[in-house]
């Protein structure tokens, strides 16, 4: 196909024309992506954040949400001013230095106005384990029913059920996924696909014959019981991403581990265990929110407050404080929230590989 | 440093046999190449030297023990892997110190070792990166130093130099031989590459299909195939083979007729190697259809009688054009005659110039 002769004059003078066509043409488009990121993101973000400022700034127990508006009339200007400047600064000295005076000028103002709102006084659930009775008294309320444990015992049993849960599934999964990745054995299909159904099956179904299991072999209202419980849901998937790990470890580095007289447990310790180490901190990370976060077996398999976890305490300050205050719900909600975030920070790095070695499945 | 023998060694993988009936026997400091196509059993050989796989059927004798089941750890072997195979969390020093601190090298003595090993390979101020920062060259001297430092009476090269480029690929193969030279090791060499294993080894086992097809020097191999096969694997461009008729002290292929020496009859293969064919004023008629230059020579493609006929001319100027006409000569000594249905080697047999020339002879 003959392709049309186009004069050079013509062309010459389009150059210009077409490269501030599509100079527009890519700023309407992220103008247009990042609007609609923004307003998908507020839902989102509101509830978080509302959840936050209440907690530090409610005053009268109910729903107050004079602070959070007027911390968002600073924090979002600010927001824009960062991102103003950043399209016009011309080197990073006049970005930093750009940066520098609206974040005094934001600081200025949040010290001004919402530092003086803020107290701690929601947080009397750290100090007083009676603290729902006193609640209920300042609102001239007539104490509850429930009988509260101490909130760091309720912190502790969390650490334990997550802590604990997380290890058995870290060990037991690297161990079952590096044989299910280096062994042939008869029935081998048939389990990695069955690891897969196995997840399929909604916890909810299996919650009253566990149950009566565990009241068979007397694990109930204990925290082993519950820990079981979570291994053997979280197991399937942790093994399957760790067999992903491990697939991608050439058998190569561990013949040649083998050849330099190393025992296959040698091997497997020194040579294979440290290249699957960002699929172990993965998968440990996840059993452990997991755990944290549990709610449902919980609520069923432990009955004794002081087999409370940070969840189940979280359950009873709402069922017993909601309507009387809400700066100590959310308050509560905090406590219980920041562990996980710390953590969820803390591991992002290893926590976004899992894919990589996930895929290989 | 052992001398090494095979007896009627038989692998299976299931169903599938890798490897049958080897007998093969390498001497005390001796540098033999495995060669053959991929899939023909040679890495499957090294492995059961190397203890990884156990051979299913013969004897596999160190000296005069049969180690069959003795393990990797315990066989003292020393192995390059194509891969490297470096571990990937070490550094180069605890790479090479790796094998040391399966012997109960205490460290203080251990760490001279590594220098000198790494010294021994030019890779002595590399000590302290880790393999991801090494060049392709640099990680195959760590992993020989690796493979050195245990002073192993065996050391085994799975295709060393493949993932090498083209100039590193000929200092390296210098530089393996000189030291094999002055270690006096026994070493294995396992390569697809006829060039690699004829520059390299004193003797080339070629190997098709979990058999040994010869065993012999690399002049052995180039001069005296005992097969179509290894003539048609070693010698590079490889050699040209027409199928034809003998009959009555004549080789009838397609519509030329050959004349022969040595009494062959019925179906034969005939090997002529570009580099032995030159143009001639009587021969065979063809007319040149390709010419490559390769800098030293030039390779022909000519269209003959008998399909594509490859020559090898010296100079790096091209004497004759593409689409002359030209005749093709060749020198009867160096002709080799196989049969066809069985593809061994009539030693015999001779192939002459079709009228006149070495015909009248």
């Known amino acids: 196909m003959a392709i049309p002769a186009v004069p050079a004059a013509v062309t010459q003078t389009h150059w210009d024309r077409l490269a501030i066509r599509a100079r527009w043409k890519r700023r309407a488009k992220s103008t247009g992506l990042y609007s609609f990121l923004i307003a998908v993101s507020i839902p989102i973000m509101l509830p978080y954040f509302w959840l936050v400022t209440i907690a530090f700034s409610a005053k009268r127990g109910v729903a107050e949400t004079e602070v959070l508006w007027l911390s968002i009339s600073i924090l979002v200007p600010t927001l824009l001013a960062y991102w103003i400047w950043s399209i016009f600064a011309r080197n990073i000295g006049q970005l930093l230095m750009g940066f520098l005076a609206v974040t005094a000028v934001g600081g200025a103002a949040f010290a001004v106005y919402v530092l003086p709102e803020l107290h701690l006084r929601n947080f009397i659930f750290m100090v007083e384990t009676n603290f729902p009775d006193v609640v209920r008294s300042r609102a001239g309320e007539v104490s509850g029913g429930i009988s509260f444990p101490n909130v760091w015992q309720a912190f502790a049993n969390s650490l334990y059920l997550a802590g604990a849960q997380t290890v058995i599934v870290a060990t037991v999964a690297s161990l079952a996924a590096y044989y299910l990745s280096r062994f042939q054995f008869p029935g081998r299909a048939a389990m990695l696909r069955s690891l897969l159904v196995l997840h399929a099956f909604p916890v909810l179904t299996l919650i009253v014959p566990l149950f009566l299991l565990l009241n068979f072999v007397g694990l109930l209202d204990q925290m082993l019981g519950v820990i ?134 | ?182 270690l006096g090791v026994t070493t294995i060499l396992v390569t697809h590459d006829q060039l690699e294993a004829t520059t390299m080894a004193d003797r080339v086992i070629c190997m098709r299909a979990g058999r040994i097809e010869q065993v012999g020097s690399p002049d052995d191999l180039y001069s005296r195939p005992a097969s179509l096969f290894v003539a048609s694997f070693i010698g590079s461009p490889p050699i040209n083979l027409l199928t034809g008729q003998a009959q009555n002290g004549a080789i009838r292929v397609k519509e030329l007729s050959l004349p022969c020496s040595g009494g062959v009859s019925g179906e034969v293969t005939v090997g002529l190697r570009p580099e032995h064919m030159h143009f001639g004023d009587t021969g065979i008629p063809g007319r040149i259809a390709q010419l490559e230059p390769m800098g030293r020579e030039i390779l022909y493609v000519i269209d003959t009688p008998v399909g594509h006929v490859r020559i090898l001319e010296g100079g790096s100027v091209a004497a004759h054009r593409i689409g002359e006409a030209v005749h093709l000569a060749f020198e009867p000594d160096a002709t080799l005659v196989f049969e066809a249905d069985t593809e061994a080697l009539l030693p015999n047999a001779r192939v002459l110039l079709p009228n006149g020339g070495a015909a009248a002879a």
């Open chain 1, 228 to 361: 079981l419980v979570l291994v053997g849901f979280e197991l399937p998937f942790a093994i399957f991403i760790m067999k992903g790990f491990f697939d991608a470890v050439p058998w190569d580095i561990e013949m040649s581990a083998l050849t330099d007289g190393a025992s296959r447990r040698q091997a497997f310790v020194k040579v294979v265990l440290p290249q699957v180490t960002n699929g172990i901190i993965a998968i440990s990370v996840f059993s452990f929110i997991r755990g944290w976060e549990e709610y449902i077996f919980v609520f069923t398999f432990l009955i004794k407050n002081t087999n409370w976890t940070m969840s189940l305490y979280m359950f009873f300050v709402r069922d017993d404080l909601m309507g009387v205050d809400f700066g100590v719900v959310s308050a509560v909600g905090v406590f219980y929230l920041i562990p996980s975030l710390v953590l969820y920070v803390a591991a992002q790095k290893f926590l976004m590989q899992m894919s990589v070695g996930g895929v290989k499945g």
């Open chain 2, 1 to 182: 440093m052992a001398r090494v023998e095979f007896r009627r060694i038989e692998k299976r993988f299931g169903d599938v046999v890798v490897i049958q009936d080897m007998d093969l026997v390498i001497n005390d400091g001796e540098f033999v190449a495995l060669l053959g196509p991929s899939g023909c059993g040679k890495s499957t050989s090294l492995f059961m030297l190397a203890g990884i796989y156990m051979p299913s059927a013969g004897e596999l004798r160190f000296d005069d023990s049969v180690v069959n089941e003795v393990e990797a750890r315990d066989r003292n072997v020393g192995i390059v892997f194509q891969s490297y195979a470096l571990y990937p969390h070490m550094t180069v020093q605890n790479n090479i110190m790796f094998p040391l601190r399966f012997k109960g090298v205490p460290r203080e003595q251990a760490l001279p070792k590594v220098r000198e090993a790494a010294e021994l390979v030019h890779v002595g101020e590399l000590l302290d990166r880790r393999p991801a920062q090494l060049s392709g060259g640099q990680q195959q001297r760590v992993a020989l130093a690796r493979a050195l430092i245990k002073e192993p009476q065996l050391l085994l090269l799975d295709e060393p130099l493949s993932n090498l480029d083209a100039t590193l690929r000929l200092t390296m193969r210098t530089e393996i031989k000189a030291l094999q030279e002055r």
